[in-house]
C-alpha cells in the first residue's frame, strides 16, 4: 500500500512539473511573440465571416 501511494505521489509531482514546463514554454514563445501566428485574421468579425454581409 506504501508503495502504491509513493508512486501515485511521483507521478502527481511529475504532472506538475509537465504543467508548469509547458506554461513557462508558453511565456517564453509569448515574449518572442509567437503566440497567435497560427490563428488566422478574420477578414470579418463574426462567427460567419464573409456571408454575414447579407
Given at each position: 500500500m506504501?508503495i502504491?501511494a509513493?508512486?501515485?505521489?511521483?507521478?502527481?509531482i511529475?504532472?506538475?512539473?509537465?504543467a508548469?514546463?509547458?506554461t513557462?514554454?508558453?511565456y517564453?514563445?509569448?515574449?518572442?511573440g509567437q503566440?497567435g501566428?497560427?490563428e488566422p485574421i478574420?477578414?470579418?468579425?463574426?462567427p460567419?465571416?464573409?456571408?454575414r454581409a447579407?
Amino acid at each position: 500500500m506504501r508503495i502504491s501511494a509513493s508512486i501515485l505521489l511521483l507521478t502527481c509531482i511529475l504532472v506538475s512539473l509537465a504543467a508548469n514546463f509547458s506554461t513557462v514554454e508558453k511565456y517564453r514563445s509569448a515574449e518572442a511573440g509567437q503566440v497567435g501566428k497560427h490563428e488566422p485574421i478574420k477578414p470579418y468579425p463574426g462567427p460567419r465571416g464573409p456571408r454575414r454581409a447579407w
